[in-house]
Nanobody, 126 residues
Framework: QVQLVESGGGLVHPGGSLRLSCAAS????????VGWFRQAPGKEREAVSC????????YYRDSVKGRFTASRNNANSTVYLQMSSLKPEDTAVYYC???????????????????WGQGTQVTVSE
């Protein structure tokens, strides 16, 4: 079965850290850019980060720069999002998406063919 599966979400205190994983099954990620998106209740989905398949170049939205780091391990078809110094406003369902496009296209959501994961909840609260 071809799918992306996220894991690693949970409840964390402000200032804490989490590492999200996005694992591909049924296909390899080596030719795909992989992005992370999030959607908080009552808000639109927004792109958080993306890592290209070439040179591992990355994109981060301004509000997470310096706190979040994306990385990939093509050998096990997994992409990671290390999140540190978490804030309550980071609370959301986080989704990963993979597509054979550049990150600047993927983060804009302007891809016709790709894969989405089912999402993992991240809650930052006292």
């Amino acid at each position: 079965q071809v799918q992306l599966v996220e894991s690693g979400g949970g409840l964390v205190h402000p200032g804490g850290s989490l590492r999200l994983s996005c694992a591909a099954s049924g296909f390899g990620l080596e030719t795909y850019a992989v992005g992370w998106f999030r959607q908080a209740p009552g808000k639109e989905r927004e792109a958080v980060s993306c890592i290209n398949n070439r040179y591992d170049s990355t994109y981060y939205r301004d509000s997470v720069k310096g706190r979040f780091t994306a990385s990939r391990n093509n050998a096990n078809s997994t992409v990671y999002l290390q999140m540190s110094s978490l804030k309550p406003e980071d609370t959301a369902v986080y989704y990963c998406a993979a597509a054979r496009v550049l990150c600047r296209v993927l983060v804009a959501g302007k891809f016709l063919r790709g894969y989405w994961g089912q999402g993992t909840q991240v809650t930052v609260s006292e």
